[in-house]
């Protein structure tokens, strides 16, 4: 078998750095890649029903002699106490040690719940992130945040807890739903308006984009990011961009009506109204935010009253003293973090 | 009000220190003492109804304008996934802030749970402890591992989670019930057994005991072991002494017959034996351990039947390829670790 072409991206942070690999037919070869971290270890893959079914083969091929897969179902609600209480059963029915590891195979709600369960299993245990999702290749799975959802918030309980090694395999993709694609481009999106013009203006040009490439360019901004700001105190807040306006969203549709990436693309237009309104943002950036996010297929208007947010946001984790934390941008590739009265927000909504 | 004397012991970790108080009457203190970390900070305290009986209102008395104290019921039980759901429940009512802090005002399982919901929530806010048991004084509120206990074993899910500041008042041990006081001087006996003869020795001496200077040896013995070892990779390991097959004891027991610190004792002994019978533990040791025990009124012989417990030892977290990591006595006052063979124990036993 020819060698896969693969690109590697260092991310450091306190008390240690792990590889990302980038490359199409890597899962292929995944095997090898989990041998050193395995030696005699035992492992534990965590997958999902609609995963399995298009890339188990490929996985259990390359990866040997593993105890069963643990297969959940698909969707945002295994995300929870009751998903973690079930892994920590799986775990112990495969007696996943100390000295064990994890393989999460799938989408962000599998990176984000084996994750959580790995930090916490035993006061934590190893974890090797195989994201399946463009949302999860170029987010999720890089930068060691994990958590689940409580009935009172999305991600309300969670950890930090960085992986061994990140394998993305951009060939899985096609296999992705063009719902899920949509979403994950929506991040995309994120990380141009935030930190690159060049990425942005990618995004509106006409043709296939280079997935690998922009990948690639994602995961360099995060691990960049992540790197000087491992805990979310800083600069971290900037990949929050869409995210506030856009939990309340998710959460304003029960976590049914909006994926992540739908609520995150209005999340963000609403974030740069917000910022052009209050003379922060270049005008223009919300038509150019618009142009881009509509060429990748996504809506910008959250068809719901904007009025009905505003419990959910006070909910926020970044909420505090009668507003929230909100991520605004100066212009495109330029972001900034401002404390916003819930008070503005409501007079420009 | 007169100052009250206080030791200090300061507890290093990788990335960071934190100071533990001890002295009689600080509990009349604790508002001054918690003042610089709360700032505008939101503060949940979390005790337990016995705890809050018997010291609420000095803690009240001290500490003012907080949210309502979250009291939970006494007893291990809510030392539990379903107790750390409720606890996030009690964090979100009461808008327990990224900035926020958690006081655990009670014993070891309310030191293990609040910490642990600490520690996860919105990925870690800051947490004092403010143990109120002899137990919780010289062992689980010093070295930040905290803990929930799954159906499938004890302190299954948890996470190193080090506190701001540990704050010790031997004063509130004089509520303290005689069996909950013994098993604290279970731990304290099991010090003297790795690390300090004289300590030891000081136990089967007639008389009462001092115990703020018990307790300030203990921690002392705990914190550097900490110091070098936080995540339990190595010498940390020896504060386990008894509790591996301590651990089997009190889940025979359904966590119900059995104290912690009484399952420790009885564990230790039959630990003693094995080395013994093994010839790494100086003859003798047995015989010394049990008239220590025997001193502070403890059992020392497992009533039920040994081989009953080997199926709960597989489940520990410390077992692996047919037989456990245990630690055993080389004599009084010196302690190592050795994978023994079930096999073996079963022989001995």
């Known amino acids: 078998m020819d060698a896969v072409k693969a690109q590697k991206l260092t991310v450091g942070f306190e008390g240690g750095r792990y590889d990302i690999l980038i490359g199409k037919g890597l899962l292929r070869e995944l095997g090898g890649l989990l041998a050193p971290l395995r030696k005699n270890a035992p492992l534990a893959v965590v997958s999902d029903e609609n995963v399995w079914a298009a890339h188990g083969e490929t996985f259990a091929s390359s990866v040997d002699s593993f105890d069963p897969v643990i297969v959940l179902p698909p969707g945002e609600g295994i995300k929870s106490l009751e998903g973690l209480s079930r892994l920590y059963g799986d775990f112990a029915r495969r007696k996943l040690t100390r000295n064990g590891l994890v393989a999460a195979f799938g989408g962000g709600v599998i990176g984000d719940l084996a994750g959580f369960a790995a930090a916490t299993w035993m006061r934590g245990v190893r974890i090797v992130q195989v994201p399946t999702t463009l949302l999860a290749q170029v987010d999720s799975s890089v930068g060691g945040k994990t958590a689940v959802n409580l009935p009172q918030g999305k991600n309300l309980a969670g950890a930090f807890h960085q992986p061994e090694l990140t394998v993305i395999d951009p060939a899985v993709l096609d296999s992705l739903p063009e719902r899920e694609r949509r979403c994950g481009m929506a991040e995309v999106v994120k990380y141009g308006a935030i930190r690159s013009r060049s990425l942005f203006e990618a ?147």
């Open 203 to 349: 995004l509106l040009e006409d043709g296939e984009p280079d997935l690998a490439g922009l990948i690639h360019t994602c995961c360099q901004i995060k691990a960049e990011i992540v790197a000087r700001d491992e805990r979310d105190f800083g600069e971290r807040m900037l990949l929050n961009f869409g995210h506030t306006l856009g939990h309340a969203i998710e959460k304003s549709g029960g976590f049914e009506t909006y994926r992540h990436g739908e609520a995150v693309a209005m999340g963000m237009v609403l974030a740069a109204e917000a910022g052009e309104a209050m003379g922060f943002t270049e005008p223009g950036t919300v038509n150019a935010l618009r142009r881009a996010l509509t060429a990748q297929g996504l809506e910008t208007e959250y068809p719901g009253d904007l009025m009905s947010l505003f419990p959910l946001l006070s909910a926020d984790k970044k909420s505090a003293g009668g507003g929230v934390q909100m991520v605004l941008l100066r212009r495109v590739g330029e972001a900034f973090t401002r404390h916003v009265a819930f008070e503005d927000l409501k007079r420009i909504f």
